[in-house]
C-alpha cells in the first residue's frame, strides 16, 4: 500500500524555471523524505523534513511541510535539464513498524533545454 | 565508496522458472530492504532485515518469494516460481540503521521481465 498521492504525476517546464511537486498522505508521520530517480536508476536521497519542521532548504530545493494538511512540497528552482527525473517523498511513521518508508507514485519532471 | 550493488542488472525469463537477485550492500549498513518497483510506482517493500534477521516481511508472498542474508552482508531475493505478474524492477537499499530517520541508499535495480 502506497501511502503519499503525489501531484502533478508529471510536469513539463523549460531550464530556468521553477517546479513545485506536492504529497500528500494519511497518517502521523516522524519524518517525510524525498527522493529522486533518474531513468533506470535507483532512487537518491535528497531531504528529510522532521514532523516539527516547516520548511528546510539543501542547495536549490525548498521543502515545506503542513502536518495539518497532511501534505508537504517540493520546489526546485532554476531547474536545469539534470533536474530531469522523477521525484518520490516517502513517509516515516511509528505507526508503521519503525524505520519503514511508504512511498508515493512519483511525479515525473522534464526539464528542457 | 562503493554504493549498493545488485546483479544481474536485467533478467527475462518465462514464467514458471525460477529467478535470484543478488545486493550487496554498502559496507558497515546493518540495514537490507528490498522492494518492488512496477512501472509508473514508487517502491513498495517487500522485506527488511536488521542484520541477519528479517524483521519486516509482511509484504512478501512468501508462497513464492524468498529472500536471506547471510552474515548480514549479501543477500539473494528468489521468486520460485515466477508469474507474469512478477515483471517490475526489485531494488536493494541499505542503511547504517532501521530507525525511523533512517537515510536509505539504493542499488540500480534489477529489472525482471517474465514472459
Known amino acids: 500500500s502506497q501511502q503519499g498521492e503525489e501531484d502533478p504525476q508529471a510536469l513539463s517546464i523549460q531550464e530556468g524555471e521553477n517546479a513545485t511537486m506536492n504529497c500528500s498522505y494519511k497518517t502521523s508521520i516522524n519524518n517525510l523524505q524525498w527522493y529522486r530517480q533518474n531513468s533506470g536508476r535507483g532512487l537518491v536521497h535528497l531531504i528529510l523534513?522532521?514532523?516539527?519542521?516547516r520548511e528546510k532548504h539543501s542547495g536549490r530545493l525548498r521543502v515545506t511541510l503542513d502536518t495539518s494538511k497532511k501534505s508537504s512540497s517540493l520546489l526546485i528552482t532554476a531547474s536545469r535539464a539534470a533536474d530531469t527525473a522523477s521525484y518520490f517523498c516517502?513517509?516515516?511513521?511509528?505507526?508503521?513498524?519503525?524505520?519503514?518508508?511508504?512511498f508515493g507514485q512519483g511525479t515525473e519532471l522534464s526539464v528542457k533545454p | 565508496e562503493a554504493g549498493v550493488v545488485q546483479s544481474p542488472r536485467y533478467k527475462i525469463i518465462e514464467k514458471k522458472q525460477p529467478v535470484a537477485f543478488w545486493c550487496n550492500p554498502i559496507?558497515?549498513?546493518?540495514?537490507l530492504y528490498w522492494y518492488r518497483q512496477n512501472l509508473g510506482q514508487g517502491p513498495e517493500l517487500l522485506i527488511r532485515?536488521?542484520?541477519?534477521?528479517?524483521?519486516?516481511d509482511s509484504q512478501l508472498p512468501k508462497d513464492r518469494f524468498s529472500a536471506e542474508r547471510l552474515k548480514g552482508v549479501d543477500s539473494t531475493l528468489k521468486i520460485q516460481p515466477a508469474e507474469l505478474g512478477d515483471s517490475a524492477v526489485y531494488l536493494c537499499?541499505?542503511?547504517?540503521?532501521?530507525?525511523?530517520?533512517?537515510?536509505?541508499?539504493f542499488g540500480a535495480g534489477t529489472r525482471l521481465s517474465v514472459l
Open positions: 532485515y536488521e542484520n541477519e534477521e528479517a524483521v519486516d
Open positions: 523534513i522532521r514532523s516539527n519542521e
Open positions: 516517502a513517509t516515516a511513521s511509528l505507526y508503521n513498524q519503525g524505520g519503514k518508508l511508504i
Open positions: 559496507s558497515g549498513h546493518n540495514t
Open positions: 537499499a541499505s542503511s547504517s540503521h532501521g530507525g525511523l530517520e533512517n537515510i536509505q541508499y
